[in-house]
């Protein structure tokens, strides 16, 4: 009986205390969309190598769970644009942290100048989460 006593307003901080760390968001998640198409100079490969490049310094970073991710269509294409680069961040400060990092910098040194062209002709798209009422 005297563990039940103990055990019980344990169990309700626990249950309060991740209720108070789900609602205590410093902000939104973010999520990034770049719709693109690849010229002839650049591959698929070349691309992801870049990617996975900067999602190495994310990781390096501190956060493993951010980063990139690229797609490419598939099945009829509605629209002119073949390749979705998405780019997810937890938080803005979580994206501020990433792109002031020394090692984001210098990952975004490495990529090639040939890049800049496609960079230039995408449409761009940033979105932040619109949290979900339960």
């Not at 006593?5 to 108070?20: E, H, I, K, R, S």
């Not at 310094?57 to 629209?79: D, F, S």
């Not at 020394?102 to 940033?126: G, W």
């Amino acid at each position: 009986m005297l563990r039940r006593v103990f055990l019980l307003p344990a169990c309700f901080a626990v249950l309060l205390v991740a209720g108070v760390t789900a609602k205590q968001r410093v902000s939104p998640a973010l999520k990034s969309h770049h719709l693109f198409n690849l010229p002839a100079t650049i591959t698929e490969a070349e691309f992801a190598a870049v990617l996975g490049d900067l999602n190495s310094a994310i990781a390096e970073a501190g956060y493993p769970e951010a980063g990139y991710r690229l797609w490419k269509v598939t099945g009829e294409q509605v629209g002119d644009y073949t390749y979705l680069w998405e780019g997810n961040w937890p938080s803005q400060a979580a994206y501020d942290t990433i792109h002031d990092h020394a090692a984001y910098a210098a990952a975004i040194e490495r990529i090639p100048s040939s890049f800049d062209a496609m960079e230039e002709a995408q449409i761009y798209n940033r979105y932040v989460e619109i949290p979900l009422g339960n």
